[in-house]
């Protein structure tokens, strides 16, 4: 953009020659962007797409060209939606990815103990603790 908001370079060449005011009028005057851009403030804003409603994070920046008074601004605008939609993608893999780690450990987990109960029940010292028990119930019940 000029310094006066003027579109000298965009995407949609029927903006070219028109002014951030004309084509933006209601976020023109909540955000005073074009006098912004007049003073060569570098800023940013959360704005919502009119077309489509999609949150957008804008960001403007003054760039000097030679030794010129008044620079030229550059605007990015950036869909928030496209980035969280890949955010989204990561993290739904990451709990996927847990929720199967935590049912194979719950697998081993369930395996080992049950070797280790079963040579536990195979022991000597099992047998020899099992027949002290009986011959202390024996006495007692007598």
């Known amino acids: 953009m000029s310094n006066e908001g003027v579109y000298i370079a ?43 409603k999609s949150d957008l994070i804008v960001s403007f920046t003054p760039l000097t060209i030679g030794e010129t008074s008044t620079p030229l601004s550059s605007g990015i605008l950036v869909n928030i939606n496209h980035v969280m939609a890949e955010s989204k993608k990561v993290i739904n893999n990451i709990i996927i990815a847990g929720i199967i780690g935590l049912i194979l450990s719950l697998v081993v987990v369930y395996i080992i103990s049950g070797e280790i109960l079963s040579s536990l029940q195979k022991s000597y010292y099992t047998r020899v603790i099992q027949r002290m028990c009986k011959v202390l119930k024996k006495k007692r019940l007598v």
């Open 10 to 52: 965009y995407p949609e060449e029927a903006l070219i020659g028109k002014t951030f005011a004309e084509v933006n009028p209601d976020e023109d005057e909540q955000h005073q962007i074009s006098q912004r851009i007049r003073d060569g403030e570098a800023f940013f804003l959360y704005a919502s797409q009119t077309d489509t």
